[in-house]
């Protein structure tokens, strides 16, 4: 029995979200009385795999091999299963990415396993049961979810469980699975990614928008604001309907459900559906003219007043801030 | 081209979710069903897919008999037919495990469903099937194009959009942008009426996941206004006493 831990890279560095499934992991490893090891696929170097150790994998498994260098979930599945067999492993953990959402079911079915997808707590076993609450209803619940298999695998929501360092080193060995080429018959054929944004599912903290900003090209004030928190943008859904910003940046019900420390909510009123993708973040400000907006209801922070004079204030305010 | 789509029937998005019999299952009373948001985009851009003759469209769902209203639905927007698998669906694997049952019993070309189910969140069905039949999953896409033998597809990540190549069979998991979901016409309706809707019994499976209690979220305390003439205090609010910036 161990516990195995999937960390995601992306040219060559881990993600924050990578080092808190690590952490996650290894409290589990602890509950579990046994030890944590991390897999890596892609180039990674030595320096950057040590970092596991850090965060408490007590081995890495490095799979650098040019097959493997872009994400495929099919090879990817069948690599960390092979590492979970080598490793005796009975947990499999990984982040509920976009690229973990289609890796965790396939590993899954493989180990015949339940699964948890976007856990947001460390696992309960009491009873001889071993539960996992995770987000259900879009953020208007949560479903404490047994796993009864033997093999368990959990996806653990970003920024849910934070990271922690526990002192220890990690000893880093190569391995290199053999890889089946019908596990490759989907091909990457381009990766695009904006290297100067921050993206959506990871930040910390979040300035979002909606209708009441009037035109797309009230936008500037918004980045504005983000650039200067080193914060991500957001929109409501009318929003990205309308084709003021891209679908990627819609926030809700029916686009991505987030859970940063602080949600900046400008000119949106706060509709049920809308509510469901926010509502577990850490800490909510609503910006809006409507003292009557819903969106105050779930709020710490309320702001009543028009967005055109209050955000140049808090730009002014939070340059000050910074000196 | 034959083209498979997977329908969930889920609550409509407007519902205020409550629980029932100790908090251990959903208060389904008062409850309108819909087809799953993000399926209605699979299952629009499939039917454009196959538009001109070019091929059909069936519509698998795992339910009893209560979600016959969302498959006729399915068939109104434009499904050419749809196959029920008669069980209450316990969770993603067991419904998973269905799906790539049925699916193996005819030739499909490529399987479609939405990105997640907006009732318990999983977005496990696609990458599932794709396992229990051997074949590329393709998650969360946000562009399908087809041209008889390779599908290219666009993929979300985290910052950016990777592109992705396949030919032969595969399933893919789609969001907002693969297609403007479609609004049934009233021929649509009409026709829906006499459409085939086959059921099929489901294949017993070991359970590996169960829900067993639901729980809400702790209501946040008051919101702490700040008025608008002072709003540079925000700033010092969420530095010095939320602790944020």
């Known amino acids: 029995m161990s516990v195995l831990v999937y960390v995601e890279q992306a040219d060559g560095k881990f993600k924050k979200s990578g080092f808190e499934a690590v952490s996650y992991a290894k409290a589990i490893a602890d509950g579990q009385g046994t030890h944590l090891t991390a897999i890596s696929i892609g180039n990674v170097g030595d320096s950057e795999l040590k970092e596991l150790g850090k965060y408490g994998a007590s081995k890495v498994l490095n799979v650098s091999s040019d097959q493997l260098k872009n994400f495929v979930n099919q090879a990817y599945a069948s690599v960390i299963v092979e590492a979970a067999a080598k490793e005796n492993a009975d947990i499999v953990i990984l982040s509920n990415s976009f690229s973990g959402k289609g890796l965790a079911p396939r590993i899954a079915v493989k180990l015949k396993a339940g699964l948890v997808d976007g856990a947001v707590e460390l696992p309960q076993t009491t009873d001889g049961k071993f539960t996992v609450k995770k987000n259900a209803f879009s953020g208007k619940a949560f479903a404490v979810t047994e796993l009864t298999s033997v093999n368990k695998v959990i996806a653990l929501n970003p920024n849910a469980f934070g990271t922690k360092e526990s002192a220890g080193d990690a000893t880093i060995e190569n391995f290199t699975p053999e890889v089946k080429t019908t596990d490759l018959t989907a091909i990457v054929k381009e990766i695009v990614r904006a290297t100067d944004k921050i993206s959506l599912p990871d930040a910390e903290l979040v300035v979002s928008a909606g209708r009441g900003l009037k035109a797309p090209e009230n936008w500037g004030m918004i980045e504005e604001l983000a650039n200067l928190l080193g914060a991500a943008t957001a929109c409501s859904k009318p929003v990205s309907d309308a084709g003021w910003r891209p679908h990627s940046e819609h926030v809700g019900q029916t686009g991505i459900a987030i859970s940063p420390n602080l949600y900046i909510a400008i000119g949106i009123s706060g509709a049920i559906q809308h509510l469901a993708g926010v509502s577990s973040s850490k800490v909510i400000v609503v910006i809006n003219k409507d003292p009557e907006a819903p969106f105050f209801k779930v709020a710490d922070y309320g702001i009543v007043g028009d967005a055109f004079e209050v955000v140049p204030k808090l730009i002014e305010a939070l340059k000050a801030h910074k000196g | ?245």
């Open chain 2, 1 to 245: 081209m034959k083209i498979l789509v997977c329908i969930s029937n889920v609550p409509d998005t407007t519902t205020k979710i409550t629980f029932t019999n100790d908090n251990t299952q959903f208060n389904t009373s008062g409850v309108q069903f819909i087809v799953n948001p993000y399926d209605e985009i699979a299952l629009s851009r499939a039917i454009e897919l196959c538009e001109g003759g070019k091929g059909t469209v069936t519509a698998i769902n795992v339910g009893d008999s209560s979600t016959d209203p969302t498959i006729r639905k399915a068939l109104a927007i434009g499904a050419d037919d749809a196959v029920r698998i008669n069980a209450v669906p316990r969770d993603a694997y067991f419904t998973a495990y269905q799906i790539a049952e049925y699916a193996k019993t005819g030739d499909f070309d490529m399987i479609l469903c939405g990105r997640e189910s907006i009732d318990y969140n999983g977005a496990q069905v696609a990458a599932m099937v794709g396992e229990f039949l051997d074949i590329p999953s393709i998650s969360i896409i946000k562009k399908l194009d087809y041209d008889e033998t390779t599908a290219t597809l666009e993929r979300e990540i985290e910052g950016g959009k990777e592109v992705v190549s396949v030919t032969g069979k595969f399933i893919a998991s789609c969001a907002e942008g693969v297609a403007e979901p479609k609004i049934p016409t009233m021929r649509g309706i009409m026709s829906a009426r006499t459409k085939s809707l086959q059921v099929v019994e489901a294949v017993e499976i070991a359970e590996v996941a169960k829900v067993v209690k639901f729980e809400t979220p702790a209501p946040r305390g008051a919101v702490k206004q700040v008025p608008a003439e002072e709003a540079a205090k925000l700033i010092d609010l969420l530095h010095t006493e939320a602790k944020v910036i």
